[in-house]
Nanobody, 122 residues
């Protein structure tokens, strides 16, 4: 069974850090492009970062560039999102997702995790 499980969310103060982890099971992680997305209350889902299956190219939303870092460990079957210098506007439910392709738009992902809540207090 193909499954993604996020962990690492929580409550953090402005300027703090969190590390989210996406654990994959049921498929070979390095064959897939993995994306991190987030959705805040009343807002549309937003792409945060993506790491491609071929070449390992990484992509970041402008709002998180220089603060967030995505990385993958194929042996451990995890993709992590290190989030530094967190701001209240980063508050959202964060989801990881997987696709066999290389495009990072949300519509291309067909396997999603259940999400993990990140709350940044001001």
């Amino acid at each position: 069974q193909v499954q993604l499980v996020e962990s690492g969310g929580g409550l953090v103060q402005f300027g703090g850090s969190l590390r989210l982890s996406c654990a994959a099971s049921g498929f070979t992680l390095n064959d897939y492009t993995i994306g991190w997305f987030r959705q805040a209350p009343g807002k549309e889902r937003e792409g945060v970062s993506c790491i491609k299956n071929i070449g390992g190219r990484t992509i970041y939303a402008d709002s998180v560039k220089g603060r967030f870092t995505i990385s993958r460990d194929n042996a451990k079957k995890t993709v992590d999102l290190q989030m530094n210098d967190l701001k209240p506007e980063d508050t959202a439910v964060y989801y990881c997702a997987a696709t066999r392709g290389q495009l990072c738009g949300a519509t291309f992902f067909n396997t999603w995790g259940q999400g993990t809540q990140v709350t940044v207090s001001s």
